[in-house]
Nanobody
Framework: QVQLVESGGGLVQAGGSLRLSCAAS????????MGWFRQAPGKEREFVAA????????NHADSVKGRFTISRENAKNTVYLQMNSLKPEDTAVYFC??????????????WGQGTQVTVSS
């Protein structure tokens, strides 16, 4: 069992940056691939990025490539999402998840509660 807690969300102007963190407790964090998803009001949960257990493999959705970067520090049981050049359409609740590299939310075993990111125009 892995417990995940996201932080770092907030309100930012378009073009700005935020760094989201996801801290894991319990379980063996370093053995899990991790992902970030987001969900805007009235929309389905959407894949953002994923990273392998070692950090050697990453995958980013086309909509965020070149702007967002996923990374992890296994010594701190933490995965990050650096978000640059933010756009109003990035506004959503962002969730971290453990257990897969898939773009499918159903492939992940554990989920955090989410953190709100709001980008103003």
């Amino acid at each position: 069992q892995v417990q995940l807690v996201e932080s770092g969300g907030g309100l930012v102007q378009a073009g700005g940056s935020l760094r989201l963190s996801c801290a894991a407790s319990r379980g063996t964090f370093s053995t899990y691939s991790m992902g970030w998803f987001r969900q805007a009001p009235g929309k389905e949960r959407e894949f953002v990025a994923a990273i392998s257990w070692s950090g050697g493999r990453t995958n980013h959705a086309d909509s965020v490539k070149g702007r967002f970067t996923i990374s992890r520090e296994n010594a701190k049981n933490t995965v990050y999402l650096q978000m640059n050049s933010l756009k109003p359409e990035d506004t959503a609740v962002y969730f971290c998840a453990a257990g897969s590299l898939s773009v499918l939310a159903t492939e992940y075993r554990f989920w955090g509660q989410g953190t709100q990111v709001t980008v103003s125009s």
